[in-house]
Antibody, heavy 130, light 108 residues
């Protein structure tokens, strides 16, 4: 049974850097995209970005200038850094896994098929306050 | 980016009733990469449906998804007490992946 265990500082001051780590237990690290998603209090879900086992990243343009997602395959962990935080970054932060496969159709280019985010971490509450 | 609009905002129903939740996209969702999640208070979201209509592992068959292009639907055929929660749709066919604002299914 795959589990994602996440941790990091829960209280930050404005302008500091948010740093969270998510560890993958009981499963492979390859064949998945690993995402960070956040949820402000009482609001909906916002995707922050993702990384795969080879380090290929995609970020939400709204946060791209402040976000870095990295991976440590030797530890089966991936991490989020969000710089220059403000009160607007106060949220519950989740890590999550999205499986994908490479489809090889006959006489057509290969393509990726993605599944939904099937495993989530427990969430970390991050509060930004002076 | 693709904007997802869910309706209604709140659905008030009784156990045993049928729930129909809508998710409309501002542009066509590539390859029907549309997922539905259930979230209960204090918990992480749980994947119900991916690829618009495929149930995730362990999801009861009272949950079903349908639709393509810009209009998608999640149907819960007979509400069980544990189904009262907030439901989100997500498109992951184009970057950035985006979520709808959620539909709350509450006990009438």
């Amino acid at each position: 049974q795959v589990q994602l265990q996440q941790w990091g500082a829960g209280l930050l001051k404005p302008s500091e850097t948010l740093s969270l780590t998510c560890a993958v237990y009981g499963g492979s690290f390859s064949g998945y995209y690993w995402s960070w998603i956040r949820q402000p209090p009482g609001k909906g879900l916002e995707w922050i970005g993702e990384i795969n086992h080879s380090g290929s990243t995609n970020y939400n343009p709204s946060l791209k200038s402040r976000v870095t997602i990295s991976v440590d395959t030797s530890k089966n962990q991936f991490s989020l850094k969000l710089s220059s935080v403000t009160a607007a970054d106060t949220a519950v932060y989740y890590c999550a896994r999205m499986p994908y496969i490479v489809v090889v159709p006959a006489a057509q280019p290969d393509y990726y098929y993605y599944y939904g985010m099937d495993v989530w971490g427990q969430g970390t509450t991050v509060t930004v306050s002076s | 980016e693709i904007v997802l609009t869910q309706s209604p905002g709140t659905l008030s129903l009784s156990p045993g009733e049928r729930a129909t939740l809508s998710c409309r996209a501002s542009q066509s969702v590539s390859s029907s990469y549309l997922a539905w999640y259930q979230q209960k208070p204090g918990q992480a979201p749980r994947l119900l449906i991916y690829g618009a209509s495929s149930r995730a592992t362990g999801i009861p068959d009272r949950f079903s998804g349908s639709g393509s292009g810009t209009d998608f639907t999640l149907t819960i055929s007979r509400l069980e007490p544990e189904d009262f929660a907030v439901y989100y749709c997500q498109q992951y066919g184009s970057s950035p992946t985006t979520f709808g604002q959620g539909t709350k299914v509450e006990i009438k």
